[in-house]
C-alpha cells in the first residue's frame, strides 16, 4: 500500500503566509501539517509515500528529500500547471503510482489524529471515505448514503439539508477500482475539466463500486483552507489531537 498526497497548490486563501511557503508547510505546534501527515502514514506502516506537489516544489523536495525516517520511499510528481488546475488532474497524473496499488489518499492541508490512517488501513472495506456526521456549510464536500451505508452521493453540490456530513480529504482506495478511477480522472482531464475536485470522479463510479464512509467524527481533524481554520488548529484541534492521545484505546 502507498500514501498519496496532494500539495501543489499555491494557497491564495492564505496569503500573505503563503507567499513564500508552501501550505503543507505551515507549522501546527512543533512540525508542519506534512510532517504530521508522514507521522501519521509512517506510524500505520505504510513505506512509500507518493507527494505531488506545483507551487514552491524546491522548497518541499529539498526539505522532506527521499526518505523519511522508516518512510523509505518518497517520489514526487510535478504538476506544471498547479495554478490553473485541481485535484482532479494533480491525482491523474499520480495515476502510474497507483494504478496496481491499494493507497491512502491525502489532501496535504489537513490536520488530523493518526489514529484516522490506521483506521483506514485496518478497515475490512477496500474503498473507505473519512467522514465527519455534522452539519456542513455550502463549500464542504458533503455526502450521502443509501440503506446499506454505502455512499452514493458526492460533491459540494449537495445540498447542506440532505447531507449527513463533510469527507474529510482523507480515503482508501483498492486496486480493484484503479482503472475505472483513472479512466475518469482522464476524462476530466482531457476535456477541459481539470478545474473540478476529484470527488467527481469517485462519484462517477459509485453506481458500479461502493465506496464506505468511516466515521471519525470523535477524532480530532481540520481542512485548513482560510485564516480561521488556521487559528482553530492551532488553538483547539492541535491540543485536542494531544489528549486524544493521551486517552485513545491502546
Not at 18 to 29: D, H, M
Request: proline share 4%; with cysteine; hydrophobic share 35%.
Amino acid at each position: 500500500m502507498k500514501a498519496v498526497i496532494l500539495a501543489a497548490g499555491a494557497s491564495k486563501r492564505l496569503l500573505p503566509l503563503t507567499s513564500n511557503l508552501p501550505k503543507c508547510f505551515i507549522s501546527i505546534g512543533d512540525k508542519s501539517i506534512l510532517e504530521h501527515q508522514l507521522d501519521a502514514v509512517e506510524n500505520a506502516g505504510i513505506s512509500h509515500v507518493v507527494i505531488v506537489v506545483g507551487y514552491l516544489k524546491e522548497k518541499i523536495i529539498d526539505y522532506i528529500g527521499y526518505s523519511y525516517r522508516n518512510i523509505s520511499t518518497i517520489t514526487y510528481i510535478e504538476n506544471p500547471e498547479y495554478e490553473t488546475t485541481n485535484t482532479i488532474y494533480s491525482l491523474y497524473l499520480a495515476r502510474a503510482e497507483f494504478r496496481e496499488d491499494d493507497f491512502i489518499y491525502l489532501n496535504a492541508d489537513v490536520l488530523f489524529h493518526k489514529q484516522i490512517i490506521k483506521l483506514l488501513v485496518h478497515n475490512p472495506f477496500r474503498n473507505v471515505l473519512a467522514v465527519d456526521y455534522k452539519r456542513c456549510g455550502e463549500e464542504e464536500v458533503k455526502f450521502t448514503t443509501d440503506s446499506k451505508k454505502g455512499i452514493i452521493k458526492l460533491g459540494k453540490y449537495i445540498p447542506t439539508e440532505e447531507a449527513e456530513g463533510e469527507f474529510i480529504g482523507i480515503a482508501k482506495f483498492g486496486k480493484n477500482v484503479s482503472r475505472k478511477f483513472i479512466d475518469r480522472l482522464g476524462y476530466y482531464s482531457s476535456t477541459g475539466k481539470k478545474t473540478l475536485f476529484f470527488e467527481k470522479a469517485v462519484e462517477d463510479i459509485l453506481d458500479t463500486d461502493t465506496f464506505y464512509p468511516l466515521d471519525v467524527t470523535h477524532i480530532p481533524n481540520i481542512e485548513i483552507d482560510f485564516p480561521e481554520d488556521l487559528k482553530e488548529a492551532r488553538q483547539t484541534v492541535y491540543p485536542g489531537i494531544i489528549t486524544y492521545e493521551r486517552k485513545k484505546p491502546r
